[in-house]
């Protein structure tokens, strides 16, 4: 197995993103180094080089590519990152030391085809945002991945929690890191084109835009709060119209032109 890290420029991680994630579809791995964003690829089928020096255009800064084991534990062990949210939340695998710097600490691994460890711009905007609401009552998280948006609201407080996503791995990748961090979460295996969300007052769908759309279009009354990500800048508005026509007004976001996550409130009166 290859492992491919381009390091871009800061300023345009997210562009590069928008261009390597429909070419890899088993996911880019951020991390922030000294002199950009390193983003990081594993397979036996990458792309070549050429074709992603051209994308990553006048923002790269570095390329490397090394060979990497084919086991996902010692991939980690090799290449393992802890992930800080906003000053506020560490997100580290089960095989890296904890901090010891008195942060809250999620442990989230993910093996083969589960999304969502915190590395993703999409994922940790979502938490970003979650820190900043005030916890209580339901939450449900759409898209879950690897389950860490649904166990960071079991441990901000919010009951019941309920995980979805429709790929069996990642449902029982959630279920074995809830109960790695003690968290109450029912994972669940379920196609959102066909059937309706949970019910809860809170939910972070961090899904494609035609899910977004089946989500809008049956969404409950009692959603008060919703966190949308897992869509670029160019798709944002028809998104967001959706949800509009079902009562939900944007009030906070993170992200820029590329990658987005932006919380919505039901519109009062």
């Known amino acids: 197995m290859l492992r491919i890290a381009l390091t871009v420029r800061p300023d345009a991680v997210e562009e590069v993103l928008d261009g390597l994630l429909p070419l890899l579809p088993q996911g880019v791995h951020p991390t922030e180094v000294g002199d950009g964003v390193e983003l990081a690829m594993y397979g036996h089928d990458l792309p070549a080089r050429a074709e992603l ?14 060979e990497a084991p084919d086991d996902p534990l010692e991939r980690r062990r090799r290449f393992g990152r802890t ?8 997100v580290r695998p089960s095989d890296a030391p904890a901090r010891g710097d008195g942060l809250p600490e999620l442990v ?3 093996p083969a085809g589960a999304f969502g460890t915190g590395a993703h711009p999409t994922t940790r905007m ?5 820190l900043d609401m005030e916890p209580g009552g339901g939450f449900a998280d759409l898209g879950c991945g690897a389950g860490v948006l649904a166990i960071a609201a079991a441990r901000l407080g919010y009951a019941p929690v309920f995980a979805v996503d429709h790929e ?3 449902v029982e990748a959630t279920r074995r890191n809830a109960a790695l961090n003690g968290a109450a979460v029912e994972a669940l295996q379920l196609d959102l084109l066909a059937v309706a969300p ?3 007052p809170t939910i972070a769908a961090n899904v494609p835009p035609a899910i977004h759309a089946r ?8 959603v008060v709060h919703l966190i949308v990500s897992g869509v670029i800048g160019a798709d944002l508005d028809a998104v967001l119209g959706g949800y509009a026509e079902a009562g939900l007004r944007a009030i906070d976001h993170r992200g820029g032109s590329g990658w987005r996550a932006v919380l919505l409130e039901r519109a009062v009166g």
């Not at 992930?83 to 560490?90: A, F, I, K, M, S």
Request: charged letters at 20%.
């Open 53 to 66: 020096e051209a994308l990553a255009g006048a923002a790269l800064v570095a390329f490397a590519e090394q």
């Open 83 to 90: 992930w800080e949210v906003g000053g506020r939340l560490v």
């Open 108 to 110: 989230i691994d993910s």
């Open 126 to 130: 979502c938490l970003e945002l979650l």
């Open 168 to 170: 069996p791995r990642s």
């Open 198 to 200: 949970p019910p809860a």
């Open 215 to 222: 989500i809008a279009e049956g969404l409950s009354p009692a």
